[in-house]
């Protein structure tokens, strides 16, 4: 089972590989200039694209297109109104056909944040019976499958039952129009851009910058031949590299230095490792690197990001939040309770 260092890779990634597209999209169009022989000014300053808008909205008319998935299910609270963009990063199961991992990187230009959200994957989703019932129809084993109400299996259970709304946000993706309209019904969050990733370029991406200085908490040892996980760190402030920041990112549970048995949450040695990566690497100076960060993440992702515009929005951004140092912060989705159906445990969330 993939664990939380989805969250560290691909939040890393979004940065790097737009201040990479940052760096190729301005290089090409000045190529481009030049083989033409119209090389103005104003040409080279920047490409042909629509400009960055102050905040990316979702097209007014697409709620009204949505049929209600859920019984109106809503979370208690607006999470990201101020928000600029919102990048939904999940990683699969690769034993399974469900998402493992569901953060969403929340980009607010206004007030200079990057919030991540990270969605628990036992959510609760209170489906219509028009939802149920066309899945007891079109995928009968999937109806009765264990679990399959929960917030990781809503991109099966949108693939399994075709789910294409009047107007696609993701055209051909039944399973992530799926996910990303449960996201905006439950929880008000307009998600612009998705992006998949592997896990295989996690430990190649944190070698390739050389390792990354932490301060380790606690002592954390743990092994799973089956995973081929052997995690051993003593506390203390040294240098990771990406076998052992692998560990870190996956520890849950440890001594403090005082002899203290203590439980954390993956996700708080997550956004440790993450601020720090951040900190120490993703940096403008590290754009004479881009050719191989961008092999690295090239091979590891899936991404609705495609055109040259889009690119060139999260590049702007990317690069405005490198300038101005952007703040990291993570919101912590509250659940007030759990309920069982067929054996299966589920997170209730907090609703209004």
Same mark, same amino acid.
């Given at each position: ?75 208690? #609270? /607006?999470?990201?109104? %101020? ?6 990063? @999940?990683?699969? *199961?690769?034993? &399974? ?101 592997? #896990? /295989?370029?996690?430990? %190649? ?6 390792? @990354?200085?932490? *301060?380790?908490? &606690? ?134």
């Amino acid at each position: 089972m993939t664990k939380k260092l989805f969250l560290v890779f691909t939040t890393v990634m979004v940065f790097i590989t737009s201040v990479i597209c940052y760096s190729m999209v301005n290089a090409a169009i000045v190529r481009k200039q030049k083989n033409n022989k119209k090389i103005t000014a104003d040409m080279t300053s920047k490409p042909s694209v629509t400009p960055l808008p102050t905040q990316i909205v979702e097209d007014e008319n697409l709620q009204a297109h949505r049929t209600a998935i859920t019984n109106d299910q809503k979370y208690y #609270t /607006d999470l990201s109104p %101020e928000s600029t963009a919102n990048i939904l990063l @999940v990683g699969l *199961d690769p034993t &399974y056909s469900n998402f493992d991992t569901m953060v969403i990187v929340s980009l607010n230009d206004k007030d200079g944040l990057i919030n991540l959200i990270d969605l628990p994957r036992d959510i609760y989703i209170d489906y219509t019976d028009e939802i149920l019932q066309t899945v007891k129809e079109k995928a009968y084993e999937f109806y009765k499958e264990k679990g399959n109400r929960k917030l990781n299996a809503a991109a099966s259970l949108g693939r399994k039952i075709k789910y294409k709304p009047e107007k696609e946000r993701f055209p051909g993706k039944s399973d992530m129009n799926f996910l990303t309209d449960i996201i905006n019904e439950v929880f008000g969050i307009n998600i612009d851009d998705y992006i998949m990733v592997k #896990t /295989d370029g996690f430990r %190649e991406l944190v070698d390739y910058f050389g390792g @990354v200085v932490i *301060d380790v908490p &606690y002592y954390m040892h743990y092994e799973d031949p089956v995973q081929n996980l052997y995690i051993h760190l003593e506390p203390g402030i040294q240098r990771l590299d990406g076998t052992k920041a692998e560990g870190f990112v996956r520890f849950r549970q440890g001594y403090t230095r005082d002899g203290r048995f203590v439980q954390y949450t993956r996700s708080e040695n997550t956004i440790a490792f993450l601020k720090a990566f951040y900190e120490q690497h993703v940096t403008l100076k590290n754009l004479s690197k881009t050719g191989k960060v961008y092999e690295i993440v090239k091979k590891n992702t899936e991404t609705s990001v495609n055109s040259l515009g889009e690119i060139y929005k999260y590049a702007l951004l990317a690069k405005k939040a490198l300038d101005n140092k952007y703040s990291i912060e993570s919101i912590e989705i509250i659940c007030e309770g759990t309920k069982i159906i067929d054996g299966a445990h589920y997170e209730l969330i907090k609703t209004k």
